[in-house]
């Protein structure tokens, strides 16, 4: 048992109260991580502030990366003293969609949690049992996660920057590659250049794209676009972007359309665009109820004639036991920039105002770092 202090939502609405709270020993195979890194993803925010059907009071936080400091006794893919980056899946390693390794397809996450009736829970204060999202909680200077969820990497990784590929990274350039599977000489369009975005901006460049096109309405955001490698930026709280876009491409249109921001209109611009054969992906979260409106392109005749398509992607379609260690990979060969997504560190009774900071359009992420514990 380990009482560690923790960012904690009590209830749907209320700011993180920053609190002690006690971890159980890991059973099974649990694995207690010493968080040394915890990047604020919006996602979080949306969760605190809307609920999204989970139950609190709850420890959010699943962009995390630290070092192991216990496993439990059937533990076998990671061992103490390992630096680990989680994955905010919870894939049961059994079902057919796992082992097909379509990990977050799988049918029953469910699965990696404690049984209640077999087991005390695995985080709790003085007022009873906390949750954890998708089985993490990261915003805690320990967090008890299944071994499941969890990534050895390379040791000579920095924390912060490896903290924010469990979400953003594999997110981002998992859309590019896992899903469009983006070729050489292609064209892509990017709306919302935030951390997701500009993450896919950059494997798009990896993957050899010619025209990269990111679409947003903040120029600090657009300014960052051109250095993660987009070739044109379109401000589209100045110019029409369809029309931006299409005169980009000789009015042909692209091949890969990215929407990372859960806008219907954004989405209907983005199909607006699509060349022949192109595809719209959507990967920021609608809100429930959103409807979708498709005219057909403005580029011909109509969109299905034109063997265009959309499709929604979630955590960049990733197989994330291979997806993490190649990132890495990229990273400490100097073909992936995380240096520039890691906007500042905080301390973690920082969240509150960073988060307050995300919501007003600061760029890229915040990430909560804690002091390796003696
Ligand atoms: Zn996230
Ligand atoms: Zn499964």
Request: hydrophobic content about 45%.
């Amino acid at each position: 048992m380990d009482i560690v202090r923790a960012a904690v939502i009590r209830g749907i609405g209320e700011k993180f109260e920053i609190a002690d709270i006690t971890l159980a020993a890991p059973i099974g195979q649990e694995v207690l991580v010493e968080v040394r890194a915890s990047g604020l993803c919006h996602s979080d925010i949306t969760v605190a502030q809307t609920g999204m059907g989970v139950s609190t009071p709850i420890v959010l936080g699943h962009e995390i990366a630290g070092v192991v400091k216990a496993v439990g006794p059937l533990v076998t893919r990671i061992k103490v003293g390992d630096h680990v980056v989680a994955a905010a899946l919870q894939p049961c390693g059994r079902c057919p969609a796992c082992l097909r390794g379509n990990l977050n397809a799988c049918s029953n996450p469910g699965a990696l949690d404690r049984d209640p009736s077999e087991a005390e829970c695995r985080l709790h204060d003085d007022c009873g049992c906390l949750g954890q999202l998708q089985g993490l909680g990261g915003f805690a200077e320990q967090a008890l996660i299944h071994e499941n969820q969890l990534v050895a990497i390379d040791k000579s990784m920095p924390f912060p920057q490896a903290s924010i590929i469990g979400c953003a990274v594999v997110t981002g350039c998992g859309a590019v590659f896992n899903a469009a599977r983006v070729s050489p000489g292609q064209s892509v369009v990017i709306f919302g250049c935030g951390g997701v975005g500009l993450n896919a901006i950059q494997a798009a460049k990896l993957a050899g794209a010619t025209r990269i096109i990111g679409v947003d309405i903040q120029q600090a955001k657009l300014d960052l676009a051109r250095r993660f490698g987009a070739t044109d930026i379109v401000d589209s709280s100045q110019v029409d972007a369809v029309d931006a876009v299409l005169g980009l491409t000789d009015r042909a249109g692209v091949d890969h359309a990215f929407v990372m921001v859960g806008v219907p209109a954004v989405a209907e611009t983005a199909m607006a665009v699509l060349g022949f054969g192109g595809t719209t992906y959507l990967i920021g979260g609608m809100a429930p109820g959103a409807e979708l409106t498709l005219h057909p392109s403005p580029v011909e005749s109509g969109i299905l004639p034109r063997q265009q398509g959309i499709r929604g992607l979630w955590l960049g379609s990733s197989n994330f036991y291979h997806d993490i260690p190649l990132y890495v990979d990229l990273y400490l060969r100097g073909q992936l920039n995380l240096d520039d997504l890691v906007a500042r560190t905080i301390d973690l009774d920082e969240i509150n105002e960073a988060y307050e900071a995300l919501e007003h359009g600061a760029v890229a992420r915040s990430v909560i770092t804690f002091p390796p514990r003696g």
